[in-house]
Protein backbone atom coordinates (compact mmCIF):
# COMPACT_ATOMS: atom_id res chain seq x y z
CA UNK A 1 0.00 0.00 0.00
CA UNK A 2 1.39 3.49 -1.03
CA UNK A 3 -0.48 5.20 1.50
CA UNK A 4 1.44 5.14 4.95
CA UNK A 5 -1.21 5.38 8.11
CA UNK A 6 0.30 7.05 10.60
CA UNK A 7 2.15 9.56 7.89
CA UNK A 8 -1.51 10.10 7.03
CA UNK A 9 -2.33 11.33 10.56
CA UNK A 10 0.56 13.24 10.78
CA UNK A 11 0.12 15.09 7.83
CA UNK A 12 -3.55 15.63 8.78
CA UNK A 13 -2.34 17.12 12.22
CA UNK A 14 0.43 19.42 10.28
CA UNK A 15 -1.97 20.64 7.96
CA UNK A 16 -4.55 21.72 10.79
CA UNK A 17 -2.31 23.17 12.19
CA UNK A 18 -1.03 24.99 9.22
CA UNK A 19 -4.44 26.27 8.17
CA UNK A 20 -5.35 27.38 11.90
CA UNK A 21 -2.04 29.63 11.55
CA UNK A 22 -2.36 31.04 8.29
CA UNK A 23 -5.49 29.62 5.79
CA UNK A 24 -3.76 28.01 2.16
CA UNK A 25 -5.92 27.08 -0.67
CA UNK A 26 -3.83 24.09 -1.75
CA UNK A 27 -3.09 23.25 1.96
CA UNK A 28 -6.72 22.91 2.24
CA UNK A 29 -7.24 21.07 -0.50
CA UNK A 30 -4.44 18.60 0.63
CA UNK A 31 -6.25 17.84 3.86
CA UNK A 32 -9.22 17.23 1.85
CA UNK A 33 -7.00 14.54 -0.39
CA UNK A 34 -5.76 12.94 2.72
CA UNK A 35 -9.21 12.98 4.55
CA UNK A 36 -10.26 11.30 1.21
CA UNK A 37 -7.53 8.86 1.15
CA UNK A 38 -8.26 8.00 4.94
CA UNK A 39 -12.04 7.80 3.73
CA UNK A 40 -11.42 5.00 1.35
CA UNK A 41 -9.34 3.02 3.68
CA UNK A 42 -12.23 2.76 6.21
CA UNK A 43 -14.59 1.97 3.72
CA UNK A 44 -13.00 -1.38 2.67
CA UNK A 45 -13.59 -2.60 6.53
CA UNK A 46 -16.11 -3.86 8.31
CA UNK A 47 -17.49 -3.18 11.51
CA UNK A 48 -19.72 0.09 12.83
CA UNK A 49 -16.31 1.61 14.41
CA UNK A 50 -14.89 2.27 10.86
CA UNK A 51 -18.30 2.77 9.39
CA UNK A 52 -18.99 5.51 11.92
CA UNK A 53 -15.45 7.09 12.05
CA UNK A 54 -15.94 7.04 7.92
CA UNK A 55 -19.04 9.20 8.85
CA UNK A 56 -17.19 11.67 10.95
CA UNK A 57 -14.32 11.89 8.21
CA UNK A 58 -17.09 12.34 5.56
CA UNK A 59 -18.43 15.52 7.78
CA UNK A 60 -15.08 17.38 8.26
CA UNK A 61 -14.04 17.09 4.95
CA UNK A 62 -18.11 18.32 4.26
CA UNK A 63 -17.13 21.45 6.32
CA UNK A 64 -14.43 21.98 3.51
CA UNK A 65 -16.53 22.31 0.61
CA UNK A 66 -17.42 25.55 0.45
CA UNK A 67 -14.44 27.17 0.87
CA UNK A 68 -12.61 24.61 -1.51
CA UNK A 69 -15.33 25.60 -4.22
CA UNK A 70 -15.01 29.30 -2.99
CA UNK A 71 -11.06 29.50 -3.43
CA UNK A 72 -11.17 27.87 -6.85
CA UNK A 73 -13.65 29.80 -8.33
CA UNK A 74 -11.90 32.76 -6.91
CA UNK A 75 -8.42 31.48 -9.34
CA UNK A 76 -10.53 30.70 -12.44
CA UNK A 77 -12.10 34.20 -12.23
CA UNK A 78 -8.74 35.65 -11.68
CA UNK A 79 -7.44 33.83 -14.38
CA UNK A 80 -10.07 34.12 -17.00
CA UNK A 81 -11.78 37.72 -16.40
CA UNK A 82 -10.38 41.08 -18.03
CA UNK A 83 -8.58 43.06 -14.85
CA UNK A 84 -11.56 45.49 -14.57
CA UNK A 85 -14.07 42.80 -14.60
CA UNK A 86 -12.20 40.65 -11.62
CA UNK A 87 -11.89 44.15 -9.60
CA UNK A 88 -15.80 44.64 -9.69
CA UNK A 89 -15.90 40.87 -9.09
CA UNK A 90 -13.58 40.35 -6.30
CA UNK A 91 -15.26 42.21 -3.33
CA UNK A 92 -17.98 39.77 -4.04
CA UNK A 93 -16.16 36.81 -3.89
CA UNK A 94 -13.44 38.02 -0.98
CA UNK A 95 -16.41 37.82 1.11
CA UNK A 96 -17.75 34.77 0.22
CA UNK A 97 -14.33 33.15 0.60
CA UNK A 98 -14.02 34.17 4.08
CA UNK A 99 -17.46 32.89 5.14
CA UNK A 100 -16.61 29.92 4.05
CA UNK A 101 -13.41 29.85 4.83
CA UNK A 102 -14.54 30.51 9.11
CA UNK A 103 -16.59 27.64 8.55
CA UNK A 104 -13.22 25.54 8.25
CA UNK A 105 -11.77 27.29 11.10
CA UNK A 106 -14.64 26.17 13.30
CA UNK A 107 -14.71 23.33 12.63
CA UNK A 108 -10.78 22.47 12.99
CA UNK A 109 -11.57 23.88 16.06
CA UNK A 110 -14.89 21.71 17.16
CA UNK A 111 -13.93 18.30 19.30
CA UNK A 112 -15.21 16.31 16.68
CA UNK A 113 -11.64 16.87 14.43
CA UNK A 114 -9.93 15.39 17.61
CA UNK A 115 -11.87 12.91 18.68
CA UNK A 116 -11.77 11.37 14.94
CA UNK A 117 -8.17 11.76 14.72
CA UNK A 118 -7.69 10.00 18.42
CA UNK A 119 -10.06 7.42 16.63
CA UNK A 120 -8.13 7.18 13.79
CA UNK A 121 -4.88 6.66 15.33
CA UNK A 122 -6.53 3.70 17.93
CA UNK A 123 -7.70 1.93 14.90
CA UNK A 124 -3.75 2.35 13.56
CA UNK A 125 -2.54 0.81 16.89
CA UNK A 126 -5.49 -1.97 17.28
CA UNK A 127 -3.82 -3.35 13.97
CA UNK A 128 -7.51 -2.64 12.84
CA UNK A 129 -5.98 -0.66 9.93
CA UNK A 130 -3.97 -3.15 8.42
CA UNK A 131 -1.53 -1.67 5.79
CA UNK A 132 -0.24 -4.78 3.93
CA UNK A 133 -3.71 -5.92 3.42
CA UNK A 134 -5.41 -5.10 0.48
CA UNK A 135 -8.33 -2.64 1.62
CA UNK A 136 -10.49 -3.23 -1.04
CA UNK A 137 -11.93 -6.74 -1.55
CA UNK A 138 -11.61 -7.95 -5.29
CA UNK A 139 -15.43 -8.59 -5.51
CA UNK A 140 -15.72 -4.82 -3.85
CA UNK A 141 -13.29 -3.76 -6.39
CA UNK A 142 -15.44 -5.01 -9.51
CA UNK A 143 -18.89 -3.03 -7.90
CA UNK A 144 -16.94 -0.08 -7.73
CA UNK A 145 -15.58 -0.51 -11.30
CA UNK A 146 -19.10 -1.23 -12.38
CA UNK A 147 -20.62 1.86 -10.50
CA UNK A 148 -17.92 4.05 -11.97
CA UNK A 149 -18.89 2.89 -16.21
CA UNK A 150 -22.45 2.93 -15.50
CA UNK A 151 -21.37 7.04 -13.49
CA UNK A 152 -19.53 7.26 -17.01
CA UNK A 153 -22.44 6.42 -19.33
CA UNK A 154 -25.06 8.62 -17.05
CA UNK A 155 -22.51 11.53 -17.38
CA UNK A 156 -22.21 11.79 -21.01
CA UNK A 157 -26.06 10.94 -21.68
CA UNK A 158 -27.13 13.29 -19.52
CA UNK A 159 -24.35 15.91 -19.46
CA UNK A 160 -25.10 17.78 -16.44
CA UNK A 161 -23.91 19.03 -13.37
CA UNK A 162 -25.16 16.40 -11.10
CA UNK A 163 -23.83 13.13 -13.31
CA UNK A 164 -20.11 14.67 -13.44
CA UNK A 165 -20.40 14.83 -9.72
CA UNK A 166 -21.70 11.15 -9.14
CA UNK A 167 -18.82 10.18 -11.95
CA UNK A 168 -16.18 12.30 -10.14
CA UNK A 169 -17.23 10.61 -6.73
CA UNK A 170 -16.84 7.17 -8.20
CA UNK A 171 -13.68 7.30 -10.00
CA UNK A 172 -12.67 9.06 -6.06
CA UNK A 173 -13.67 6.04 -4.76
CA UNK A 174 -12.42 3.24 -7.12
Given at each position: ????L??A?T ?25 R ?11 GK ?10 L ?35 Q ?5 A ?19 A???T ?22 N ?9 D ?15
Amino acid sequence: MNFDLQQASTRLKELRTSLVQNYNDEELHQLRVTLRRMRSILRGLPGGKARKLRRRLGALAHATSGARDWDTLYASASDCLQPEQFSALQPALDAQRECARARVYKMLHEKQWLTSLRRWDALIETNELDPDSPSVAPRKLATRLKRTNAAARKAVARDDDEHWHKLRIAIKEL
